[in-house]
């Protein structure tokens, strides 16, 4: 199971360094200043943190007259740019700043972030990869280019090489030891990134995303009561958190303890987006402690709220093909059709919609439904036992011990492949 990608609390602006961080009390300057230009970069520093934009602006225009050649110019109008949301002036400013002044590693991580708003990450880590050459100290710098590794370019092993030079820099930034641990995560090095998680949490005692992460840890190692014990310990900092509830559920459902699995489903917050999901996992309870009709109750109810959610449709059809003499092949069928309707593309709504049909005797029209799926480079073995099943109907015998077999290569633990395979050996 992998690690669904983690939310970053990292504000590390090199817009806003004022914003930064407890840890980082300022950026470095390039060059020491007058007494005269370090007081107006102070002044606009500090009427910018008490969001006093107007009279910055005026400050800030004043450094540049009186000074024309002082880069923090450049940083600090940005930051007024940024607060108006006006982007282009932002990034063309940007783009002088980086021009007049291209040894500035300062600068050349301020555009970098301008071009990550405008999706354009190639020239954004181009830019971050300049700043960390000409300064290898700048801390944002580095934090910047592990968040792209990370988040964008699905490359976690780089983002924890970029992470943990930023920890050189500053090792009692909770930020960034939660961003490394998230790293670690994803790469299932979880001994080093529950470390580094703890180690987040006590230094950022405040978050939520490292006690979050903590939880998911235990759960993705198969430790589920720990893994109840940390969405506890969370619940009692957040105790709206939803997402916490949602995994204490799971936790418990995978140890098939129902009762606590639905008392903790119900907690959840009655946002919309959650509140489905954990009326969905309701709904699977029931349907796994062999409540079924409860479950088709529970599962039609959701469908007249969410006429377009296909995977209701999915459950609903999953539920129908498993208890015929619950639900009419006929309407098992109709919810498995709405589920593709919904989403052609989703591979699990097309299988379950062809075992219906294979159920129905539409055994060609089943096989029709996964054939881009199936191929002899398919590691699938699900996929690869469906088409054996469905061979063996048409009478293709030999198409049908290939992919039982294939199936049994991919997973040698498979009994119903196994079973099959015997019987037409058998023949």
């Known amino acids: 199971m992998k690690l669904k990608q983690l939310s970053l609390w990292l504000v590390l602006s090199v817009l806003i360094p004022h914003a930064t961080s407890s840890t980082i009390k300022a950026l470095p300057y390039s060059h020491p200043y007058s007494f005269s230009q370090q007081k107006l970069i102070n002044e606009a520093k500090q009427l910018l943190q008490s969001k ?23 940083i600090l109008m940005a930051e007024i740019y ?3 949301k006006n982007y282009p002036e932002m990034h063309e400013l940007l783009i002088q ?53 990370m988040n964008v370019f699905n490359k976690p092993a780089l983002a924890v090489d970029y992470y943990k ?34 180690k987040a949490n006590e230094l950022s005692p405040e978050r939520i995303e490292p006690l979050w992460a903590l939880a998911q840890s235990a759960y993705l190692q198969g430790h589920f009561i720990e893994a109840i014990n940390r969405t506890k310990t969370l619940l009692g900092k957040f ?24 008392k903790a489903y119900e907690n959840v917050a009655k946002e919309k987006n959650n509140n489905v999901l954990a009326k969905l996992k309701i709904a699977r309870v029931y349907f796994l402690s062999g409540q079924y009709q409860k479950a088709l109750t529970a599962y039609q109810s959701l469908q007249e709220d969410n006429p377009e959610n296909a995977e209701i449709y999915f459950n609903l059809a999953s539920l129908g093909l498993s208890q015929k003499q619950l639900v009419p092949m006929d309407r098992t069928s109709e919810w498995g059709r709405t ?17 219906i049909y294979h159920a129905q005797g539409k055994t060609p029209e089943a096989l029709n439904l996964i054939k881009e799926y199936v191929s002899e480079s398919s ?48 023949l």
């Open 52 to 74: 006093q934009y107007t009279q910055a602006k005026v400050v800030i225009e004043r450094l540049h007259e009186n000074f024309p050649e002082n880069v923090n110019y450049y």
């Open 82 to 84: 940024l607060h108006q």
């Open 97 to 149: 700043g980086v021009e007049n002044y291209p040894k500035n590693a300062r600068l050349h991580a301020a555009i970098a972030r301008s071009y990550s708003t405008q999706q354009k990450h190639q020239q954004a880590l181009r830019h971050l990869l300049i700043a960390e050459k000409l300064d290898p100290t700048l801390f944002v710098a580095q934090i910047d280019a592990g968040d792209l590794y």
């Open 165 to 198: 030079r930023a920890i050189v820099l500053f090792p009692e930034h909770g930020g960034a030891r939660f961003a490394l641990g998230a790293a670690l995560l994803r790469l299932e090095k979880y001994d080093e990134a529950e470390y580094n998680l703890n």
């Open 239 to 262: 105790p709206e958190y939803s997402n916490a509830f949602i995994l204490q559920g799971d936790s418990y459902l995978l140890q098939r303890d129902w009762n606590n699995a639905l």
């Open 339 to 355: 589920a593709v309707m919904l989403e052609p593309e989703n591979k699990k709504y097309r299988q379950l919609l062809a075992w």
């Open 379 to 426: 590691q699938d073995a699900n996929i690869n036992y469906q088409a054996g099943i469905f061979y063996r109907d048409l009478k293709n015998v030999e198409k049908a011990k290939y992919f039982l077999l294939q199936a049994l290569s991919i997973n040698p633990d498979m009994a119903d492949a196994e079973k099959a395979l015997e019987k037409l050996q058998a």
